[in-house]
């Protein structure tokens, strides 16, 4: 990958998660990290593992689990994400 997780998540938050289409950020997430989607009883959650450049090095985030539909579960993921590479 070309680009680290925080410049690939910074230019799709710029454009608006909410304006972008779900496929579209699914792929994003895809971009930044092993992403997985789940569909439980619940609801909807999502997970995506960021490995870092230090050799062993990685951490998750989750979504909420219970979200009513696979969109709001990638969105609050990705500004999870977003907000955790800005620390």
Not at 66 to 77: K, M, N, P, Q, V
């Amino acid at each position: 990958m070309s680009k680290d997780a925080l410049q690939v998540i910074n230019e799709f938050a710029n454009l608006g998660f909410l304006d972008t289409d779900t496929d579209t950020l699914l792929a994003v997430a895809g971009e930044i990290g092993n992403s997985t989607l789940y569909k439980m009883p619940s609801g909807w959650s999502l997970t995506v593992e960021i490995h870092t450049v230090l050799a062993g090095a990685q951490f998750k985030v989750h979504s909420k689990f219970g979200h009513r539909t696979a969109r709001s579960a990638i969105i609050e993921c990705l500004e999870r994400v977003k907000e955790a590479l800005k620390k």
